[in-house]
């Protein structure tokens, strides 16, 4: 068998309906700045894509915002002078952004064993003592799938009458799951073009009505003044086009075919394994996602046996230059230091057939079984 991709929350291939609008985009010479023809040209492949990205978040194309990424994204979230609460579970992207300020993080918000909020900090109500600038939640985790009801915790703050900006990571939410900002109950929602089927190094801020972003790039005033510099119209016609396309997948129902296999999976590995522990299966996850650790097998040392073998699956987050250690949200979940070096991640995509799932679990035991029998 050819190698097996199984990597997608890292990044999902590049849909073909991307790469055919980057192509068309090739061609379309002026830059959208200029008022002449062509300028209205790569002007119009602009707006065209801030609508495509905006239907699929379920918002006004007013409100989006062209960036590098979600990483420039989430810094543009978070003024300089601000606290910041969020929990230990984040991405590396949010939690740098949080911890870089004037004033940087100085409390976590509390998951319980599942990964889920539970709306207190060490303990104590987060409505209590000091309150902080920005609350930064995710919709969905990276490493294990589990999904949040932010907007029920956003519900919460909201109560206390108290002043502070929601910023919601939805980036692996969008395009695999039904999520509009409306229901976030966030000031700003993180979007990258490369987790569902666009390029890479493109991404979006969306902005609540009412609400600004730190201008983190001054210039011209491209993007409304909010992100300054020529726009990627290349990248940006890509990333409407893979938003547009990843709408119609989840209209049509192919991630609920996804999650089908990804319990296939687990059930299959579940019935041949005793010390394997399957994180987050008990609570709302992503549907192509799967999270499992066996204590004492890095995880490290799984992910090089499983492309070995041809299978390119991961231990943790894929955004940390390439590092691999022990995952800060499992620990933050409660599990031990070295059942937390122990996970790794299979990440399915709409293109992942039954017939890849088995070929990997059959691989996958087969290398447990020889790491039972050395610890043994």
């Known amino acids: 068998m050819s190698r097996v991709y199984l990597d997608h929350n890292a990044t999902m291939p590049l849909r073909s309906e991307a790469r055919a609008a980057m ?63 969020m929990s230990e579970i984040e991405h590396d992207a949010v939690w740098a952004a949080g911890n870089t300020g004037e004033i940087p993080s100085q409390f976590n918000l509390d998951v319980d064993e599942n990964g889920v909020f539970v709306g207190t900090v060490n303990g104590a109500s987060i409505f209590d003592g000091m309150w902080d600038d920005v609350v930064a939640m995710q919709a969905a985790n990276s490493e294990t799938g589990v999904r949040q009801n932010t907007f029920k915790l956003a519900q919460e703050i909201w109560a206390t009458k108290r002043q502070a900006l929601i910023l919601v990571d939805a980036v692996q939410a969008w395009g695999k799951v039904h999520v509009r900002v409306d229901r976030l109950g966030a000031d700003f929602a993180l979007c990258s073009a490369h987790k569902f089927g666009g390029p890479k190094g493109i991404g979006a801020l969306w902005v609540k009505r009412g609400v600004e972003p730190r201008v983190a790039i001054r210039g011209g005033g491209q993007e409304m003044g909010r992100r300054s510099g020529t726009e990627n119209v290349i990248g940006i ?52 996602t799967s999270c499992f650790a066996t204590p004492g097998w890095k995880g490290e040392t799984q992910v090089m046996q499983m492309d070995l073998a041809g299978f390119a699956i991961s231990a943790g987050s894929a955004c940390s230059s390439g590092k691999v250690k022990s995952s800060r949200v499992l620990k933050a979940m409660g599990f031990d230091e070295v059942t937390a070096a122990s996970a790794v991640r299979v990440s399915l995509g709409p293109e992942t057939t039954e017939d890849e799932i088995m070929a990997f679990a059959d691989a996958w035991l087969r290398a447990e079984k020889k790491f039972q029998a050395k610890a043994a």
């Not at 979600?70 to 300089?80: D, I, L, N, Q, S």
């Not at 989840?250 to 394997?276: C, F, M, P």
């Open 23 to 85: 192509l068309a985009a090739m061609d379309v010479v002026g830059n959208p700045s200029s008022v002449h023809a062509e300028g209205r040209a790569a002007k119009g492949l602009i707006e065209k894509a801030r609508g495509q990205v905006a239907t699929l978040m379920g918002g006004d194309p007013g409100d989006v915002v062209f960036t590098s990424g979600a990483t420039e994204a989430a810094m543009m979230a978070f003024p300089e002078l601000s606290g910041s609460l």
């Open 237 to 288: 016609a890509g990333f409407g086009a893979a938003a547009e396309a990843a709408a119609r997948d989840l209209a049509n129902g192919v991630w609920d075919r996804v999650a089908e296999l990804r319990n296939i999976l687990e059930k299959t590995l579940e019935a041949e394994t005793k010390n394997t522990i399957f994180v987050g299966n008990k609570v709302e996850r992503l549907p192509n």
